[in-house]
Nanobody
Framework: QVQLVESGGGLVQAGGSLRLSCAAS????????MGWFRQAPGKEREFVAA????????QYADSVKGRFTISRDNAKNTVYLQMNSLKPEDTAVYYC??????????????????WGQGTQVTVSS
């Protein structure tokens, strides 16, 4: 079993930056693909970014390419999402997720087995 705890969310002005962190429990973290998803009010949860166990390759949603960067530190059991040039449309609850299948770089919710409780990101205009 893996437990995921997100942190780093908050309120930021458009154009600003935030870094989200997701701390994972469990000795097998380093073998998992890790992903970030988000859910805006009234919308379905959507894929944001994913990173394979060794850090490369990564995958991004078109809406965040060039602005967001996903990374991981397996020694610290932590995955990060650096978010720059934030826009009001980035406002959402951001969720961290873990996929048990080694080597898969999934973009769909059903491909992930474990989920955090989410952290709120609000971008004001």
């Amino acid at each position: 079993q893996v437990q995921l705890v997100e942190s780093g969310g908050g309120l930021v002005q458009a154009g600003g930056s935030l870094r989200l962190s997701c701390a994972a429990s469990g000795r097998t973290f380093s073998s998992y693909t890790m992903g970030w998803f988000r859910q805006a009010p009234g919308k379905e949860r959507e894929f944001v970014a994913a990173i394979i166990w060794k850090g490369i390759p990564t995958q991004y949603a078109d809406s965040v390419k060039g602005r967001f960067t996903i990374s991981r530190d397996n020694a610290k059991n932590t995955v990060y999402l650096q978010m720059n040039s934030l826009k009001p449309e980035d406002t959402a609850v951001y969720y961290c997720a873990a996929d048990r299948i080694p080597g898969r770089l999934g973009v769909r919710e059903y491909e992930y087995n474990y989920w955090g409780q989410g952290t709120q990101v609000t971008v004001s205009s």
